[in-house]
């Protein structure tokens, strides 16, 4: 990277723009219910550029947008949170994408309509009018939703910058499955981890076995989710899992987001591994104990104050 270029942290993927319909009681099809409605902006690599900007790290966010005014509003708050989304493809005449869902006055989801054609109109001319962006960023997050781009990003500028997979669902990580060896780290959950190696992970055997088999396809740093029982991890010398304390849960929905955004700010602040893992469990406890999908005062300072209550258990191996 050039001495004049502050580090950066690289994110491509989508913005949604969430619209939720919460009845209030007895919910009726084919009928007009009482209720409330939210609105929020989502994307699962959105919400890790929003924690990595709230955390002060220096990130651009590439998405796809159009020039109606649910995009205007998500290009607003960027610039509110100090998120650069100035490289964004904003199409004219296209409809931003937007999820749209009603839920029952149990919470429970009853229709949505995903709104995501605009996805389809980024090109590889348009991610290599990006070239200089990707080449001096520290570290690139990806969106899998468009695999055909995506292995595109990781044929052409393989060894240009270091990749960072969060495959999001076992279905999403089959589709890049082929390109696993290509990313520096990677951060499935156990089902995801199943699917990129090929063999069930159940015991401790089982999840080194997986990290070693990471490890001999290329990958760099491996985490692997285990939800209640702590985040899994190997670079190769350092193996471990480290276990948070309980935690009381609100809405899980963007503690994986969180947790990505904590692994790329301990690469940023030039962590261990293993201290990168204790601020990514941090970051993602912190973010499941609110309602919104993204804490209102995620930042450095709430992070050190958590982990300075919380104490992490870790197992080395």
Not at 55 to 63: A, E, L
């Amino acid at each position: 990277m050039s001495s004049n270029i502050r580090p950066y942290v690289l994110v491509y993927g989508v913005s949604v723009y969430d619209i939720f319909g919460f009845a209030y009681q007895n919910y009726r099809t084919n009928d007009s219910n009482p209720g409330k409605v939210r609105v929020s902006f989502g994307g699962v690599c959105r919400n890790i550029a929003e924690n990595l900007a709230r955390m002060g790290i220096d990130t651009k966010f590439i998405s796809v947008i159009g020039d109606d005014e649910k995009g205007k509003s998500i290009l607003d708050y960027a610039k509110k949170i100090h998120l650069d989304m100035e490289d964004s493809l904003i199409v004219k005449g296209e409809s931003t994408p937007t999820y749209m869902a009603i839920l029952d006055e149990l919470g429970e989801m009853r229709s949505a309509i995903a709104d995501m054609k605009i996805t389809d109109l980024v090109t590889e001319e348009f991610i290599d009018s990006k070239a200089e962006l990707i080449e001096n960023a520290e570290y690139m997050v990806l969106d899998i939703d468009n695999p055909a781009i995506v292995e595109y990003i990781l044929e052409k500028y393989e060894g240009k910058t270091r990749f960072v997979l969060d495959p999001v669902s076992a279905a999403k990580a089959a589709k890049v499955k082929h390109l696993t060896g290509k990313f520096h780290t990677i951060k499935p959950n156990r089902n995801e981890a199943e699917v990129l190696c090929g063999f069930s992970i159940r015991s401790h055997e089982d999840i080194r076995k997986a990290g070693a088999y990471f490890k001999s396809l290329g990958v760099e740093n491996v985490f692997i989710s285990l939800d209640s029982e702590g985040m899994y991890y190997f670079n190769g010398s350092e193996e471990g899992i480290v276990k948070n304390q309980e935690v009381p849960v609100v809405n899980v929905t963007g503690a994986g987001d969180s947790c990505v955004a904590g692994i790329c700010y301990g690469y940023m602040q030039g962590f261990s591994i293993e201290k990168t893992v204790e601020y990514a469990i941090a970051m993602s406890a912190i973010t499941i104990s609110h309602e919104d999908t993204i804490h209102p005062d995620m930042g450095h300072d709430l992070v050190e104050e958590y982990l300075e209550k919380n104490t992490c258990d870790v197992e080395r191996f």
